[in-house]
Structures are given as C-alpha cells and as structure tokens.
C-alpha cells in the first residue's frame, strides 16, 4: 500500500485482495460458529447424561445401603438363634450326661 501525505493510497488490486482475505476469514468465522455450537450442544447433552448417571447412583446407594442394613440385620439374628440353639444343645447333653 502506497501512503501520501496523510492519505492512503489502495489499489484496486489490493482491494480486491483484501476482500478476498475478508471473505475467506468470514467463512472460517462462520465454520467456527457453527463447530462451536455443535460442541455446546453435545455438552448440554452430556452435562444432562451426567445428571441422569449421579441420580441413578444416589439410588443405588441408598439401596445398597438399606440391602446392607437388612443382611446385618439377618447376620445378628442368626448368629443369635446360632447361640440359642448351641446353649440348649449344651444344656441338653450335659443333663444327659448327669443322668445314667
């Protein structure tokens, strides 16, 4: 580009040449646009799949927990019939022993 005095001086050839650049970079712009919008969506959908996965999990905790709670609960219980059932065992072999 020519420069005189406190005007600028442009070709028609550079002219063209930078409409040419505009044009171009108008399009990777637009391109831009278009994937950046593309990776929003895909993350809206993802950041809804993750919600979805955390909820199902906080269920499954709160199941497994309760599941838990139950078989400690049946393990005392049994472990306690376990002990009855051994103590009168005992009780009855060593009264059959005392008695001939």
Known sequence: MGKGGN????????VDEL????????????????EMLQLWRRTQVAEEAEERLCS???ELEAESLDEARDYHSRI??????LSRVSSSSSSSSSSDLASP
């Open 7 to 14: 005007s600028v001086t442009v070709t028609a050839t550079e």
């Open 19 to 34: 409409r040419r650049k505009n044009g171009e970079m108008e399009k990777v712009v637009e391109e831009m646009k278009k």
């Open 56 to 58: 199902q999990l906080a």
């Open 76 to 81: 005392i219980f049994l472990v306690n019939e």
